[in-house]
């Protein structure tokens, strides 16, 4: 878990479940060109409301003009909207009226992005591998996944999977989506991820 702030400097806050995320859109935010936030790693899905309780009893939270929390939507998209809606009710925050849109009130921004996006289950893994989904080396994936399924091999988090296989597939080892992302392994460009980036762009 990365380190918390002593106080708040910057006018936006995104909020993330962990260092992966924290690293994906760093990564994300430059490519794009996108200035001025500050990215938080709350230590797990579990944790925005304490995370958030907190960050509001620090010097410089009364600036934030925009928050931002984004989790993945695992199995189901809309209870983890409702759990990230929880969390802002728990500093009296008013919550967006739908997942992926921002809300502004008196003055301040407030957003929940669930990740893969478009409503879908899944998680940030999905999002990153659909990035991708146009290079030739996915189909020797999709085959190597049917082959061991076929032995009787079925990993419990196949989306996790199939990312970890597509970056042992690189010129360069990486074990780590996050890391993966600042090396440029993910297409921030593709048009699986413009709806995140201009949600941000928004904020």
């Known amino acids: 878990m990365s380190l918390k702030p002593r106080e708040i400097t910057r006018e936006k806050l995104l909020l993330v479940e962990g260092k992966d995320e924290v690293n994906f859109f760093e990564a994300l935010l430059e490519q794009?060109?996108?200035?001025?936030?500050?990215?938080?790693d709350v230590g797990g899905k579990r944790n925005f409301a304490k995370e958030l309780k907190m960050l509001a009893l620090l010097?410089?939270?009364?600036?934030?003009?925009?928050l931002i929390i984004v989790r993945d939507a695992?199995?189901?998209?809309d209870d983890a909207f409702a759990s990230a809606g929880s969390a802002l009710h728990s500093i009296h925050f008013h919550t967006p009226n739908c997942q992926n849109e921002l809300r502004e009130y008196e003055g301040r921004k407030v957003g929940i992005y669930i990740m893969p996006g478009n409503f879908e289950n899944g998680m940030l893994e999905d999002l990153c591998m659909s990035s991708v989904a146009d290079q030739p080396v996915?189909?020797?994936i999709e085959?190597?996944?049917?082959?061991?399924?076929q032995k009787g091999c079925i990993p419990k988090n196949l989306s996790k999977a199939k990312a970890h296989v597509f970056l042992?597939?690189?010129?360069?080892?990486?074990?780590?989506i996050g890391v993966a992302a600042k090396k440029g392994y993910w297409n921030f460009s593709h048009p699986s991820l413009q709806a995140l980036t201009h949600f941000?762009?928004?904020a």
């Open 138 to 140: 996915i189909s020797c």
């Open 74 to 77: 695992d199995d189901n998209a």
């Open 59 to 66: 010097t410089g939270f009364e600036k934030v003009k925009t």
């Open 168 to 176: 042992a597939s690189q010129s360069e080892l990486v074990t780590s």
């Open 143 to 149: 085959s190597f996944f049917e082959c061991i399924k």
């Open 200 to 202: 941000l762009q928004e």
């Open 32 to 40: 794009s060109g996108i200035e001025g936030f500050e990215i938080i």
